[in-house]
Structures are given as C-alpha cells and as structure tokens.
C-alpha cells in the first residue's frame, strides 16, 4: 500500500503546462507533488505532439530540400527512407527529453507520482493504484485528447489518429487525413513528403480556417504540389473496413464518391481531458464543452484548485500552457498576477509554415473593428531569393489612428522562428514605426518586417507605392 502524501501543491498532469507549473513551485520552496499517468514527465507534446511530430517535420524539410537543390545546380538520387531508422531517432529524441525531466524533477525535490489520479473530495487525489494526495493547492492541466466522430469509430486500426500515425507504422500507398487543421497538415505533410499519396478532407471552404486567409493562401498554393487532392466543402459520410484498406463515402462536390485509402487519418480536433477526474467532487465547474472555468487568475469554481493548458481553454498551445502554469504558481504564491497577454503565437509547421501573434485582419473584420495592412510579399526580399522562397508574406495590421502594432503573420519558411519578433514588438507596445525604424541584419528574413512596416508609411525600399504627383 502506497503511503500517502501531504503536499502544499499537487499538479495534475505532467505536460509543459504542468511540468512549468511544478518546477517553478519547488524553485519558489514549495513542497511539490507531480502526477501523470505516463512514467515520464512531458505530456502529449513530448511524447505524442509537438515534438515528434516536429522531428518527422524536420525529415520532410530534408527531403524537399534536396529535391529543391535542383535549381541550384545539384541534385540526389531518389531518397531511400529507413522507416525504423526514423522512428528510432524520432523515439531518441522523446527519450532525450524524458531524461532531462526526469532529472531535473528529482534535482528539484519534486515527489513524483505515476499514475491515474482523480479528486476524492476538495483537497484530496487518489492515484489508481497509488496514495492518496493531500494538497492544500491543485493545479489541474491534464490537457486534451484527439476529438473521435462517431463515423470513424468502427473499431478498425487502418484509422488512425494523430498518436497513431506519430508512430511510423508505415508509409501508406494512400492516406486519407480528415481535417484541414494543424493537425492534419502538418502529419499529411509528413506522410507526403515519406511517399504516400495523400488527399485531405475538410469540412469547411478553406483550410486552416480561423487564420488569415492572405497568410493561408501560399501555403494552399504550395500543398496543392505535395498532396494529391485537397477536397473542400466535403464531409465523410461512411466509412468500411476492406481488404485493401478503407473504403471511404464522401458528400461534396466531387466526381468520385466512393474511394479506398490504405489508411485515415482523423484529425477533427481535440477535446478536453476532463472526464473522470472527479472534478464535480470537488466542486470544479465544467463548461458545455469540458473545459474548465476560470478566472483570470486561473482559479476554478473551487478557490483552491487552478486549471491551465488545454483543459482551461483555447488556443490549446504548449507555450500557453506553460505560461499559465507559472502564472498560477506566480498567484499560488501570493503574487498580484493576471493572464493579461497581448499575443500568443501560433505556428503551422507546414512547408511553407504559417505563424501569427496578435490580430489579423480577418479577425479585425469580425469584430467591425478598422485596422490598417501592409503585405510584403517575400519576391522582394533579398535572403527569400537566395532561398529559393520566394512564395512567402508577411503582413501587419496595425491601428489606423495610432500606427500600434496590432497583429503580424507570415507564411514563409522559418515564419515560427520570425514571429517572436512580433511577440516582443506587441508585448512592448511598439507602433509600425518602431520597427521599421529598427535596424534589422540584411540580408534576413526578418526585413520583411521591418519592410511590411515602412510600407505603411509608403516608404519601403523594396516595394514602389506609387505617391500622388507633387506639383
Ligand atoms: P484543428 O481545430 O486545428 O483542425 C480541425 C479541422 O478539422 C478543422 O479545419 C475543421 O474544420 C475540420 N473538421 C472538423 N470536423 C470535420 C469533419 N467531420 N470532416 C472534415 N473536416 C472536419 O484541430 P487539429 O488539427 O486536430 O489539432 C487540434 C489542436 O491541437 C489544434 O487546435 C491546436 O491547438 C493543437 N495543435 C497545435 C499544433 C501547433 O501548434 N503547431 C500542431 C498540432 C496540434
């Protein structure tokens, strides 16, 4: 029998929201107590997410650069892929990582329990098979999982979802990805780039839907070159295990039907990892959807129990979770703290990649709010030529009255590493003219920021806007 513990803080869940969370509070010198169901601290984005997925990425990015060097003059043979060669390095990489957190969770005096735990009353966890927590604060952020349709659920493993096509089964002749998200772009994308012929199904007109649709359209355009068909407006009605694969049923406007795919790939979204968490135990209050209630402070219904990540709520990114989770340690601690930030990046980490912090402009519309945009399309960029990219943008929206800087996105390789400039810019309260009176290194990327913020001042050197005659 497992002794029980009494412990100042419990985290639920050992994600980068969670893992964030426990570290700052045993650097502060709290009595620390972390607990996850998986032997080792890292979450869905260590072990089934962000960065598997992104050393797969980074295997796909090899490939196209060898193709593209081409029109440099050199070229390589056909790439011969050894598949269990990849996954191992890709499982080299988790177990890297793991290490490390294992590591320094026991450096920090963390007591770390493996196990299902769920609340028992307000101020107490019971692990499965494991001790009873006794905690005077909780920090809930147990995360999401993949989001199933009732239609895919016919029990087959040619349907997979996204942990199961993290694990390199195979390449399929053909796959089938349903949903047009980051999800579904960035494994479809993988799966291309190893050989497979991939179609994408999305339910909505356009892909990404919620982002900018100037930042989409590069990345559209590149897509259509990778997969096989990218099919809109389209819904899967039915789905039947064959012999070859599954035969799949579609509505939509399209000329076939009815096609097999050797494997489904189901990427519709996540939901949140609420259910038997005795959360009503402990008087936590869940929305419709399973998220958990907040306050600004990240505490729940329950003063004494917090929730962060993907559980409390969109956007569900690592980063943001991270940053509650130190944000909730920060108030734990007594600290006058809010979760006040002017942007949260996103990144798409297609080819091209896609990221955005602050508002854009199809956001702006949707609030009737009036904004002012200036797109740099990257054939004007010196470094997007040498690249050989020159099918990138980069845009920024910014107020009309002040010139503050209110959002900035770019499609472009390299946009996820370029955004942070923006997150600073916007953090900062900086107008278009800060940046584009900041020195930026030439020739780089990043002067299609500060070239997007002289054209807003019709002044950039790279791009002629025309002026009225001075008489
Ligand atoms: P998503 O919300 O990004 O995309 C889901 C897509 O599926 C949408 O385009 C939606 O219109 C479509 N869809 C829904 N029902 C459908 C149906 N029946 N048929 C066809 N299309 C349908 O979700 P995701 O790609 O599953 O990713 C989940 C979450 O994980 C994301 O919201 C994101 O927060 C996170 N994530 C982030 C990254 C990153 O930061 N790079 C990468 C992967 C996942």
Redesign the pocket.
Known sequence: MAQNIDTRIVVLGGGPGGYAAAFLAADLGMPTTLIDAAPKPGGTCLHV??IP?KALLHAAQVIHAAHDAAAFGITFGEPKIDLAALRAKKESIIGMHNSHLMDVTKKRGITHVVGRGAFIDGSTIQVENGPKVRFQTAVVATG?V??K?P?FEIGSKKIWD?TSALELETVPKTLLV?????????MGSVYAALGSKVTV????PG???GVDPDLVRPLQAKLKTQFTSILLN???TKVEDVKDGVKVTFEGELAEKEQVFERVLV????RPATANLGLDKADVKVDAKGFIGTDEQRRTSNANIFAIG?VAG?????HKASHEGKLAVQVINGEPMVWDPRAIP????TDPEIAWAGLMENEAKKQGREVKTAKFHWAASGRATTLGRTDGVTKLVVDPKTDLLLGVGLCGPGAGELVSEAVVALEMGATAKDIAMSIHPHPTLTETISEAAEMLHGLSSHIYVRKPKVL
């Open positions: 997410g962000c997925s999401s993949p989001a349709l239609t996204s349903v949903g047009g998200g980051y999800i579904g772009l960035e199904v999305e339910l909505t892909l990404l839907p389209t819904k899967v990427a519709v979204g996540r993907d969109e956007p569900m990114l690592a996103a990144v798409v980490f």
